[in-house]
């Protein structure tokens, strides 16, 4: 039993147990609420960072080896679980936490329900923070669902609104199809191995290559479909864009472990997932139609929140594929950079058309210049031995690490497409700096890659054998032929001459395929309005 994990387990619980607090007494003490929720947040935000860094200290000058992990148990029962991964997670959630509190302090200034809000708001950020220390996969899912029960109070903030009312409920039915498919999978594993503790049952599976129990299979299948279900996929993902009549706080607040929950799951449990190789298939399909779809959707918003939230639910599709590629180093590096990216971005929304205009004001039209096919393809070699040249100076190799061929080359893929746009531009000092800037990612990213994959320890080893590797290069061949249309769509479907099918694309593409009225028909029985 380790006392570092004491303070940790404190803190997740006091935020847990504003929950519990009265309606009329957080409307009476709302701002001693709001500034002990804060306060709170803060503390555990400082510990988050305290206990990363210090595994980042041992894992990088300690040994060679990855650092163990810490654990709190009681009574064979693993309340915590402290490894490199957890704290990854949970000094994201406590800093967006506590930086979303401390931004709703202004913005929600004068509203009534202000004490309700802090209330469910310190309930969310301590159950996604014990989530993401959970031990045992029990705990994670209850965690889980209750981070969803605190999101569905915060959905409701602005009750007297329909579309509130339709989003939160939206959200709340289909957070329960994924709550009984988790609950299912970790029946069946403990079944089959009589714990659920995640150390035990990782080793307990140390050295097995694939499953060969029935129940194990079905459990792994049940896993996958609870992280697509309750991550915003494909259909899934409808709820994400109703919710616009929330808070913007909240919008921002879903990226600190609840909408992209389902890809931590995955990264949590790869020992287990990977034994199936066909789920791990699944992934990278349901990963690549779910970033096809949102994307094109993305392109054609008007709204800005309406475009961020399709931007969510295509990295997140680009995050599940990556799971499913068995690159779990990379998804949960995904899953960082985008969360701190998109917190931001919509807690800056109100201030885009400013921001735009200033930037705008006495600056003349662009010209478009033309750029040659042999140009171009000069640009994307030139990018990809750019990119190929740093991996190697770091020692990161594309083709042992999983997935490192197909993510290189959808990294090359948005960094030529960038290049083309300063190539457009026609001025030679923007291209460079363009050109310097690529190089300057990719280093950024080598450095992060590095970091988190050591703090992580080794990667898992997927095993895929027989007929497996042929489903791998098909969705190989479709992952490259996805991208490669998206790129060629984004330069076509946002001009204002098109062909007529674009124009036709263009028209469905803003009503996001008819997917949600076509679930609101079949499904909307289910949905409280």
């Known amino acids: 039993m380790d006392l570092m994990l004491w303070p940790l387990l404190i803190s997740t619980g006091l935020l847990i147990c504003t929950g519990l607090l009265p309606s009329h007494w957080c409307r009476r003490f709302q701002s001693q609420l709001r500034d002990f929720v804060t306060g709170v947040a803060g503390i555990q935000a400082l510990l988050a960072v305290l206990v990363t860094l210090n595994r980042m200290s041992i894992t990088w000058f300690g040994s060679v080896t990855p650092a163990g992990p810490d654990v709190l148990e009681m009574a064979g029962f693993e309340i915590l679980l402290l490894d490199g991964t957890a704290c990854l997670m949970f000094a994201l959630v406590s800093f967006i936490g506590w930086v979303i509190c401390r931004y709703s ?57 329909p579309a509130a009312r339709r ?37 307990l599976l140390e050295g097995v290559e694939t499953a060969q129990a029935t129940g194990l299979i079905w459990a792994v299948w049940l896993l996958v479909l609870g992280a697509v279900v309750k991550t915003a996929q494909f259909p899934f993902h409808t709820w994400l864009p109703q919710t616009l009549e929330t808070p913007t706080p909240v919008s921002a607040l879903m990226h600190a472990g609840i909408v992209n929950a389902g890809g931590y799951l995955l990264i949590r449990t790869s020992p287990v997932v990977q034994l199936v190789p066909s789920a791990m298939i699944s992934l990278v399909l349901i990963g690549m139609l779910t970033v096809c779809v949102a994307a094109i959707t993305m392109l054609t918003q008007n709204s800005i929140k309406k475009r961020l939230a399709y931007s969510t639910i295509a990295q997140m599709g680009f995050m599940i594929l990556q799971c499913g590629l068995g690159a779990f180093s990379a998804a949960m590096l995904h899953l960082l950079a985008h969360s701190f990216y998109k917190a931001h971005a919509f807690l800056s929304s109100g201030s885009v058309l400013e921001q735009k205009l200033a930037l705008g004001r006495g600056a003349e039209p662009a010209q478009v210049v033309s750029v040659s096919p042999v140009r171009l393809l000069l ?56 050109a ?49 249309c998206l790129a060629l769509l984004n330069d076509r479907l946002t001009q204002s001459r098109r062909p007529a099918w674009m124009n036709s694309l263009y028209v469905h593409a803003l009503n996001g395929f008819y997917i949600e009225p076509w679930l609101r028909q079949r499904l909307g029985h289910l949905v409280k309005q």
């Open 379 to 434: 640009t994307g070699a030139g990018v990809v031995l750019g990119y190929l040249g740093l991996t190697t100076l770091f020692g990161i190799s594309p083709v042992t690490k999983p997935g490192g061929i197909l993510l290189g080359l959808i990294v090359c893929l948005a960094l030529t497409g960038w290049l083309k746009l300063a190539w457009q531009s026609g001025e030679r000092l923007l291209l460079i700096r363009t």
């Open 167 to 203: 989003a939160a409920w939206s959200k709340f039915t289909v957070s329960r199809i994924g709550d009984v498919c988790l609950l299912i999978a970790a029946g069946l594993i403990y079944q089959q191995y009589q714990t659920l503790n995640f150390t035990a049952l990782f080793r």
């Open 105 to 161: 302090i202004r913005f929600l200034d004068g509203e009534p329900g202000l004490g309700n809000y802090y209330r469910w708001t310190g309930l969310v950020i301590g159950a996604v923070s014990l989530m993401a220390l959970a031990g045992n996969l029990f705990l994670f899912i209850a965690a889980w669902a209750l981070s969803s029960l605190g999101l569905h109070h915060l959905l409701l903030f602005y009750r007297d609104r």
């Open 436 to 484: 310097c800037l690529c190089g300057l990612l990719c280093l950024l990213y080598c450095i992060a890659f590095i970091s988190v994959d050591r703090l992580m320890g080794p990667a898992q080893t997927v095993y895929l054998a027989g007929a497996h590797l042929y489903l791998v290069g098909g969705s190989a061949v479709l992952i490259v032929i996805g991208f490669s």
